[in-house]
């Protein structure tokens, strides 16, 4: 009896260390990086002559102003992204967003982000979309591309 319940304290230890190593996955973003989208469609909207550089990295670009980069899960995507982040101040705010889903299953967030860090850009933002594009900046009515 003594040795089954010690395969089973060990067990769960190991199934405990897995579980919690899954849940430490770190992401290329910190809380502070993340954009609230208020906050950017306040800046679209306010009089502020410097706006940030928002890039489209998810299907289709729908916020005002917004450059098209492409998904950035693939790999032609990065490099437009990497020739329109070229062009730009490496201290000027730059906001990614894709909004096809969810941040924990968004296949172009962490690639296209990592690359944004990666280029040195010391005001790197994420916007801030828990659902999607759609629940999270259109049905609030926040600018939109014409």
Known sequence: ??????????????????AVHAQAVTEPW?????????ELADQINGSDKVKPIIINIGP?????GSVDAGPGSEKE???KLGKI????????EVVLYCGCCPFAKCPNV????????EQGFTQARLLNIPKNIKTDWIDKGY????
């Not at 910190?30 to 208020?38: G, I, N």
């Not at 982040?85 to 000027?92: P, Y």
């Not at 962490?110 to 860090?117: I, S």
């Open 1 to 18: 009896m003594k040795n089954v319940t010690q395969i089973l304290a060990f067990t769960l230890t190991i199934f405990s260390a897995v």
């Open 30 to 38: 910190t809380e502070a990086e993340l954009k609230p989208t208020q």
């Open 60 to 64: 289709q670009a729908v916020i005002k």
């Open 85 to 92: 982040l070229s062009k730009h101040d490496k201290n000027h």
């Open 143 to 146: 600018p939109v591309s014409n």
């Open 77 to 79: 995507n990065l490099k």
């Open 110 to 117: 962490r690639p296209a982000f990592k690359l944004l860090k």
